[in-house]
């Protein structure tokens, strides 16, 4: 889901993910600290990486069941709490990841702290693959925004399997192909959309074709999904609601006429 936006806030929490010698904050219960998962891990949360939702992220549709299992076998789980950040804008990378529960923002922030959110992430979404195709550093920042669980996958067993079987590299195609469909799309609102059209829109994805629901994201976040300042994002709010498109009580929201909605976010 594509989103462009600014919003200010404090810088969060760092927690550097991929140092095996390094316990991040988000915690590791990879097969490297076998320890440290048997006294973390409930017995609530899987402590393997879950093959199926390997199997089912496109990126990985093509590879055959003994191609998935290399993959889970170097893979790790990590837990995040609210606020974690798995990595920064320039860090030196050797893993990506996939959203097993909770939700990740990709954001890039300006020199003065503002945020610009460009996608979120769900189960069973894959990012921090870009490094692993064009060899740079991290191209944006990745943080929970709530209590989540991610598989990180080493870069270096796809790598292996790029070689051995290039045809794979397809889905790879598709999948940047996709970044670029969605970030054309976030350019186009920043030009064609003022901000009460993209805050429409920004709502409408997040209900996700729901009438009620709870705002995944606090007010900030959304401001900086929407590409404006958090004022003027809760001006356009209380207009939807002055206009009777939509209810809002803290972060439930109803939708009360998407037709106006659909129509003010085109
Ligand atoms: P990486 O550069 O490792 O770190 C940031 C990640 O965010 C990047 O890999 C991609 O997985 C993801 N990403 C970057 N730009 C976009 C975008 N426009 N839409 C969705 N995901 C993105």
Partial sequence: MPFQGRDRGPRPQMVRPPDPTRSPKGVDRGRGCPRLRDALCPDSIADVPDRELLAAV??????????????????????????DV???????????????????????????????????MERGDLFGEMPLFDNLARSAEARALEPSEVIAL??????????????????????????????????ADSVFLDVTGRTAKRLLELSGD?????????????????????????????????????????????ITNREQLERRAR
Avoid: C
Wanted: net charge negative; no cysteine; aromatic share 8%.
């Fill in 86 to 120: 798995l990595f920064v804008e320039g860090d030196d990378p050797h893993e990506l990841f996939v959203v097993v529960s909770g939700r990740v923002a990709i954001a890039n922030r300006s020199i003065d702290g503002r945020e610009s959110v460009l996608a979120l």
């Fill in 154 to 187: 080493p870069y270096e067993p796809l790598r292996q399997l790029y070689e051995l079987r290039p045809a794979l590299l397809w889905k790879v195609v598709a999948l940047l192909a996709g970044r670029i469909r969605n970030t054309d799309e976030a350019l």
């Fill in 58 to 83: 496109e990126l990985f549709a093509d590879l055959r069941p003994d191609e998935i299992d290399a993959i889970a076998e170097a893979a790790a789980i990590r837990i995040l709490n609210r606020g």
């Fill in 210 to 254: 729901a009438d009620e629901f709870s705002l995944p994201v606090t007010q900030e976040e959304l401001a900086g999904m929407v590409g404006a300042s958090r004022e003027r994002v809760n001006k356009a709010i209380a207009s939807f609601i002055r206009l009777g498109w939509i209810e809002q009580s803290d972060r439930r929201y109803r």
